[in-house]
Each structure stands twice: as C-alpha cells, then as structure tokens.
C-alpha cells in the first residue's frame, strides 16, 4: 500500500524540476487520492440519503476531475493538471450552488456558505501551486477561484438568489464577508511571502547540494578512474591471451563451417547439372540453339529441361516427333531455388513420360497439381512455385504450342517480333479458383517455298533475370523493352554469337552500374 501511495504521489515528477515545483505536485496528487473517495462518500451520501442530487451529482464530477488530474500529470501535463484543479472545481461550486439555490434548495450552510469557503480554499490552493511559477502562470492559476469569490454574490443574484432572501443566514453576513475578504488577502499575501522566502533559501540548498554533489562525483570519478586503470594494467595482458585465443578458436571454427557447407553446396551443384538434360542433347536436336545458364550462387532456381516424345495417334500408332523444351524459375534462388527445380524436374517426367501428356497446357494444369500435391498446399500457406515458359514443337504439323505461367514467349518471324504473354498465374502456390486451367496458344512453322529465308522462326524462353537485373550508368532495370530490342537486333546472327553477345551485354550492364547478380538468369533461343 504505501508503495502505491508513493508511486502515484510522484506521477508527472522529475528529477530534474525545481524543488517547489516536485512539492506542488506531490501535493496536488496526495489531495487527488484522499479527495476521489472522499467526495465519492460525500456526494452518495447526500445524492441517496439527503436526497439532495445536485450536489451528489457536483461532488461526483469533482472525483473525475481529480481521476483527471492524475492522469494528466502520469502523462507529463502538470501545467494543465494544475490549471484544472484550481479552476473547475471553483466554478462547479460557484454555479451548481446557484442553480441548486435557484431550484429551491433551502439549506444555507450547503448551498451558500460551504461554497463560498470551499471557493476560497481552492484559492489558497491555487496560489501554492502556482505561486513559485513567473507571474503570467500564477495570474492564470489563481485568477478563476479569485474571481468566484469577488463575484459570489453577484452570480447568486444572476440565478434570482439574494443572500437578504435566505431563510435563515446569519445577519452577520456583511461582517462574515469582510472577514474572509480580510482573510483572503492575509492568505493571498502571507502565501506569496513565505513561497519567496522558501523560494530563495530552496535555491541556496540546492546550489549547495550541486556543490557538494559535483566535488563527490569528481572525487568518485578520480578515485574510480585510478582503480580502472590499476585493473586495466593488471588484466590486459592475461585479456589479449584470452581474445587471441578466442579468436583462432572462433576462425577454425568458421573455416570449417564454410568447408562443409561450400562442400554440400559443390556437391548439390553436380546433382543439379546431372540433372539438367546435356546441352549436346539439345543442340543434336535442335542444332541453330543456345542457353545461357548464369546462376545467381553455385546452385540455381531457374532450369531448363528438355526431351523429344513419339505422339500417338487414337489407334496407339506413332504419328510423328514432337520436341519439348522448358524454361522454369522458381521462388528463390540458391538452395532453396534449386529444391524446387528438382522437384520441376521430376513432375515433368511423370507427366510427359509416364503419363505421355503432350499439349503445352495440359502439361503445365498437370504441372500445378503435381506441385500444390509435393509441397502440401491444400494443408499449409506455402506459396512457393515457379513461372514457367513450356513449347511443344510438332514437326509434322509444322507448329508450335506455346504455354506460359506468368512469363512470355518472344519469337521472330519475317524480321518481325511477338510476344506472347504467359497466363496470369504461377505453377503452385495459393489458388483461390477452383481448378486452374493454362491457356495454349499455338504458332504456325511453314516454310515459304518462295523465300526459306523468310520462313524461319526464331524464339526465345528466358527467366525474369535478365530484364530484372540493376546496372547502366543509371542504375536502374535492363527492363523487358530494351531486352526484346537487344532480341530483335541479334536474331538473325549466328546462336553462339547471340549467347554471347547477351552474356557481355549483361556483365556490362552490371559493371556499368558496379552492382551485383541479384537473380538466376536463364535464356534459350532455338532457330527453326
């Protein structure tokens, strides 16, 4: 209990304020704390058993005030606290006993005599509170209560209340309100006297106290500043013997670290490139082709996959070859990227072998089941997944079917270029639909007999890399336009010659910003 008393004493006081300044609020919320219950009993007191409300109901809104004024200093406001409890209390006093007067109230000595002292009692209070403070605080401190008191009586007759008319008020009332009128001036002078004196022998204390307090902390400091130093002398030696070995032991520690995880990370590598179909695979198939594989760490989140299927007509006889070639990139990059290609490039080989589905969109609807069923998504919030660029080549039909999951399809054909945009839609991750279908759109390959060289199509499968990439003297992205440009300006070069005009472009690209690879980049281009 009295650590309550004392914690809610010193809401709103500091350290560092004036001595009288700590009292006065001290004081005002020592006031607040016997105040709230007392005019709570009070004011329930005559509300329920004088039946006199309207002094219950005042009594009442006094204990908020009070609850405020708590409040207020908590938050640091001690001025406005200050100025609210030597204000509105006075006026609550003044009009309420007014009203209730004019309502027919009778009782002098509640409605008449009680709020004209408990009105000058809020005075004497206002000038301790404010009466340290420069003279505009303490003019607007105690100016309310002083005016209640001078106007009292003027504010009654306002109401239709004449002190001459009450039942039964002293007919010393003249002589009353000269003597508090004499009292109220001793206390307003005698208060403002003894604050000064308080006021200037407070102020040599504590110059006093400063003093003292300076040299013991200087005196302190010394004294501690010589034991530092005889410590420091005596430790540092045995200390650098300590840290160096600590530091070796931390250094193997972290050189071994990095040795195995680079280790696993080397051996993850040569699981990922056994993986990934053999460039000399492609370029057998597809002679005028390239990839640019630039993985971002030593593994990678973007892959390519590729295989050639033997279609099937209805009555289960072969109708021809069709080439698959699969541009992906997962979510994230490095390890966890690279997880996700494995597990890429195993749905697409149950889907196009095992399960020997062919059309680009059925290939990629498959595709996002297998990936949602892998990872559990039906059961979590993962939403990882990968945008994937899928062509089907059917060289009887002479067409290509294209399938896009968010990434584009670029070709060229009769030096014009086309894009194709993917689907608006990842493989995996959240799916609010109820099944998610993939759109096919298919490109016609026919030669002109006329002019071959007119007839051929070049087109590129490629990951966000290369357009995302920051670098130029700007700083900024290599941006889809300038990369579908750079396409346009390459396609009908040589395929080695176009990989490696994109890689120099790129490293270039990157230099000239002096940044760094942020993600995997990956581009195919096939010449048919």
């Not at 500091?14 to 009993?41: C, D, E, F, R």
């Not at 005599?113 to 105690?142: D, Q, T």
């Not at 990936?371 to 067409?399: F, S």
């Not at 894009?419 to 493989?427: E, N, S």
Request: proline content about 3%; hydrophobic content about 45%.
């Amino acid at each position: 209990m009295k650590t309550l008393w004392k914690k809610v004493s010193e809401l709103g006081v500091h350290p560092a304020m004036p001595i009288y300044l700590q009292k006065s609020i001290t004081v005002m919320n020592q006031l607040s704390m016997v105040g709230i219950p007392m005019v709570l009993m009070m004011g329930s007191v005559l509300f329920f058993g004088y039946r006199i409300a309207i002094v219950g109901v005042v009594l009442w809104v006094n204990s908020l005030i009070f609850l405020f004024t708590l409040w207020l200093n908590y938050k640091g406001k001690t001025t406005l606290s200050r100025f609210i409890i030597s204000t509105i209390p006075a006026l609550a006093l003044t009009f309420f006993s007014a009203f209730a007067k004019s309502r027919g109230n009778s009782d002098t000595l509640i409605f008449y005599l009680n709020p004209r002292i408990g009105v000058m009692i809020i005075y004497s209070l206002s000038l301790f509170l404010f009466g340290f403070e420069k003279y505009a605080k303490l003019f607007w401190g105690i100016s309310i209560p002083l005016l209640c008191f001078i106007f009292f009586d003027f504010i009654h007759q306002s109401f239709s209340v004449s002190y001459a008319e009450l039942p039964y008020l002293p007919s010393e009332y003249p002589s009353f309100l000269t003597i508090t009128s004499v009292l109220l001036i001793f206390i307003s002078f005698g208060t403002l006297f003894i604050q000064q004196i308080n006021t200037a022998y407070e102020r040599k204390v504590q110059a006093q106290k400063k003093e003292i307090e300076q040299q013991r902390d200087k005196l302190i400091a010394f004294n501690e500043e010589i034991n530092q130093q005889k410590e420091e002398i005596e430790a540092q030696r045995d200390l650098q013997i300590v840290m160096n070995q600590e530091i070796q032991l931390q250094k193997h520690e972290l050189e071994d670290l990095y040795a195995d995880v680079r280790a696993s990370i080397t051996y993850a590598q040569r699981i990922q490139k056994a993986i990934l179909p053999p460039l000399e695979d492609i370029s057998n198939v597809l002679p005028e082709s390239f990839v640019l594989f630039m993985p971002r760490d030593v593994v990678s989140g973007d892959f390519y996959w590729f295989t050639t299927v033997a279609d099937e007509n209805a009555n289960g006889s072969e109708s021809g070859e069709k080439i698959i070639l699969v541009a992906a990139d997962c979510t994230g990059h490095g390890v966890p990227g690279a997880f996700m290609s494995m597990i890429g490039n195993d749905l697409l080989d149950t889907i196009i072998h095992d399960k020997k589905i062919h059309e680009a969109d059925k290939i990629l609807n498959e595709l996002h089941k297998g990936v949602r069923k892998a990872l559990k998504q039906e059961d979590n919030k993962m939403r990882d997944g990968m945008d994937i660029v899928l062509v089907v080549i059917d060289k009887v039909q002479k067409t290509m079917e294209f399938a896009g999951a968010k990434n584009p399809l670029i070709y060229l054909q009769n030096g014009e270029i086309f894009q194709i945009k993917g689907d608006k839609m990842p493989i995996g991750g959240e799916q609010k639909e109820q099944d998610r279908y993939f759109t096919k759109h298919t490109i016609s390959l026919s030669m002109n007999e006329q002019s071959p060289e007119q007839s051929q199509t070049t087109f590129y499968l490629f990951s966000d890399g290369f357009q995302d990439q920051f670098g130029g003297q700007e700083n900024k992205k290599f941006m889809v336009t300038r990369f579908r440009e750079l396409l346009l300006s390459i396609h009908q070069e040589d395929m080695a010659k176009q990989k490696e005009t994109l890689q120099s472009t790129i490293e270039a690209w990157m230099a000239a910003g002096n940044e760094k690879q942020i993600d995997d980049i990956l581009v195919i281009g096939v010449r048919i």
